[in-house]
C-alpha cells in the first residue's frame, strides 16, 4: 500500500469519526486555497456534517461565485468550540494557516489534516496530505476524492477546477502538470461552471486595475547580469484602488508568461504597515530558496516573502530600507 493510500485513509476515517469539523483556508486567501477548502465545505455540508468554515482574512470578492462562499467566518470565536477535526488547506506552516494564536484553545485530543502541495509545507498536522507533485492544493483534493470514489457534484467540480485554474495560471506556467490537466478535464465533465471562473477569474480587471498593470510595466527594468526583470508597487500607487490586493493580483505570472529573454520575474509591494511584499516567478530557478532567504517560501518556479521597510527610489535603484 502507497503511502498516499495510508495517508488517504486516515484522513477519510478521521472524518467519519469527527464530529465537530473547522475547515480553514490559508491566512493569505487566494484562488486554491479557497477552491480547496470550499470543495470540502460543500461535500461536508451535502453529508450532514457539523461543519464551520474559517478564514482569518478577507476573501477576495472574484471568489464570491463559489457556493457556500458565506458560510466562512473570519470570527476566531470559532476556536473556543469543541472542534474535534480541524482541516487546513493550502497553508505551509502554523502561521500561514492563522493557527499559531489560536490552536491551544482546540481540545487536546483533536486530530489536524494538513491538506497542501507546497515544498516548503512543515508539516504540522497529525495527517499530512502534502504531495509536491500536485499542480495545487485543489489537485490534491480532487486525488482524495477520487480515491474514494466520493460523487463530485458541481458546487465541489467548480471549486476545485478554480483552484487548479488559479495555481496553473489557466494551463500556462510551469507548474502545469499532466494529472493536473486530467483532473481539470474529470471536473469540467462533473459539471464546474467554466464560464464563472473565466468571469471571475480571469475577466476581472476594472479600467483603473489596468491602469494599475501600465504603471508596472513602465516601471519594469531589466538585469542582464542577473537574467531577472523587476516591477513595483508603491503605496501611494494603490490607496485610490479599490480592492488594490486583487487589482495588482497576476502581474507576476503575466510577466513571467510574456517576458521574452528574461528567467525571473520579481514583483515588489509596498504594504501600508511598513512591511514589502516581493512575489518571484522563474522559468529555471528555484526561487523558493531565494524566498526562504526572506523568510518566506512557495515552490520552485513560484514563491514570495515579505519582509520590514518602505521601497526608495534612489538613482534609478529599488531599494528596501
Given at each position: ?56 482574512e478577507t476573501i ?14 473570519h470570527d476566531v ?111 469540467v465533465a462533473c ?131
Amino acid at each position: 500500500m502507497s503511502t498516499q493510500t495510508i495517508l488517504f485513509e486516515q484522513a477519510m476515517h478521521a472524518i467519519h469519526q469527527a464530529e465537530r469539523i473547522l475547515v480553514m483556508a490559508d491566512a493569505a486567501p487566494d484562488g486554491d486555497s479557497i477552491g480547496s477548502s470550499s470543495a470540502m465545505l460543500n461535500w461536508l455540508i451535502r453529508e450532514g456534517k457539523n461543519v464551520t468554515a474559517y478564514c482569518g482574512e478577507t476573501i477576495p470578492h472574484t471568489l464570491f461565485y463559489l457556493d457556500n462562499i458565506h458560510r466562512f467566518t473570519h470570527d476566531v470565536q470559532v476556536f473556543d468550540e469543541p472542534h474535534d477535526l480541524v482541516m487546513t488547506f493550502d497553508a505551509g506552516t502554523l502561521v500561514r494557516a492563522g493557527l499559531t494564536d489560536h490552536r491551544h484553545k482546540l481540545p487536546a485530543d483533536h486530530t489536524l489534516i494538513v491538506f497542501d502541495h507546497h515544498m516548503a509545507n512543515e508539516r504540522f498536522g497529525h495527517i499530512n496530505l502534502v504531495f509536491t507533485e500536485a499542480c495545487s492544493t485543489a489537485e490534491v483534493l480532487y486525488q482524495f476524492f477520487a480515491h474514494h470514489r466520493v460523487v463530485i457534484d458541481e458546487p465541489m467540480a467548480t471549486a476545485l477546477l478554480s483552484g487548479i485554474l488559479f495555481d496553473t495560471s489557466y494551463f500556462s506556467n510551469s507548474g502545469t502538470t499532466v494529472k493536473g490537466m486530467e483532473a481539470a478535464s474529470a471536473l469540467v465533465a462533473c459539471g464546474a461552471r467554466q464560464s464563472d471562473i473565466l468571469r471571475h477569474l480571469i475577466k476581472n480587471k476594472s479600467v483603473p486595475a489596468l491602469r494599475l498593470w501600465g504603471l508596472a510595466l513602465s516601471r519594469l527594468t531589466y538585469h542582464p547580469t542577473f537574467h531577472l526583470a523587476y516591477t513595483y508597487f508603491l503605496q501611494e500607487d494603490l490607496k485610490f484602488i479599490p480592492q488594490s490586493d486583487e487589482a495588482i493580483e497576476g502581474v507576476s505570472n503575466f510577466l513571467n508568461a510574456v517576458c521574452e529573454g528574461v528567467d525571473t520575474i520579481l514583483v515588489l509591494k509596498e504594504l501600508p504597515d511598513q512591511h514589502v511584499r516581493g512575489s518571484i516567478r522563474s522559468i529555471s530557478r528555484d526561487v523558493s530558496k531565494i524566498a526562504k532567504l526572506f523568510g518566506g517560501g512557495g515552490h520552485k518556479k513560484a514563491a514570495g516573502f515579505t519582509v520590514k521597510g518602505k521601497l526608495k527610489i534612489e538613482s534609478g535603484k529599488v531599494i528596501v530600507s
